[in-house]
Every structure is written in structure tokens, then in C-alpha cells.
């Protein structure tokens, strides 16, 4: 778990320019009231190379914002998460 609401996997630690740092893990999510959160460390942009074929989403700069399973392909999800995984690893180390 990572904080309260958050299913993490997997760990990396950070530092920003500021000085601020911390760890996190490098995939998550959060079965929110609203939808079903998925954190990607590498941000959504990078990673969604298949955004057209994952079906209906939002997005922010991390996050997947998804209303309901059956509105994704799941297939594609995963590899999404794999890339996100693979460019966290690759500039952050990781667990």
C-alpha cells in the first residue's frame, strides 16, 4: 500500500531539481468513487504508444482515469503498464 487509497507495485526513489525527494512505486492504482486510478510513473504520454486501441480514458500527466473495466482493452492496458515500467526502470533504477 502507498498512503491510504493506493495499490502499489514495485519502488523507485526520486529527487526533483528542489531538493524534494521520496520513493514511490513505479505502477499503481486506486479504485476510486469517480473511476479506477492508474499511476504510471514513466507518465501517461510516454507510455500510451496504443492510446488509440485502449479504449475510453482520461488521462493527466501520471494517471489513467478509467470508468469501468469493460470500457478498456486489457490487453492493451498491459502493455501500457509494461512500457511505463521499463521507462521508469530505465531512468530510475528500481525495485
Known amino acids: 500500500m502507498w498512503g491510504t487509497s493506493i495499490i502499489g507495485f514495485g ?4 529527487k526533483y531539481a528542489s531538493g524534494h525527494e521520496g520513493d514511490t512505486c513505479l505502477v499503481g492504482f ?3 468513487k469517480a473511476n479506477i486510478t492508474v499511476y504510471l510513473t514513466a507518465g501517461v504520454v510516454e507510455a500510451c504508444t496504443k492510446t488509440m486501441d485502449l479504449g475510453k480514458f482520461k488521462s493527466g500527466k501520471g494517471c489513467l482515469y478509467i470508468n469501468k473495466l469493460e470500457d478498456i482493452n486489457i490487453p492493451v492496458l498491459m502493455e ?5 515500467n521499463e521507462i521508469a526502470i530505465e531512468r530510475h533504477g528500481g525495485q
Do not use: G, Q, T
Open 11 to 14: 519502488s523507485y526513489h526520486y
Open 30 to 32: 486506486s479504485p476510486r
Open 80 to 84: 501500457v503498464v509494461k512500457k511505463s
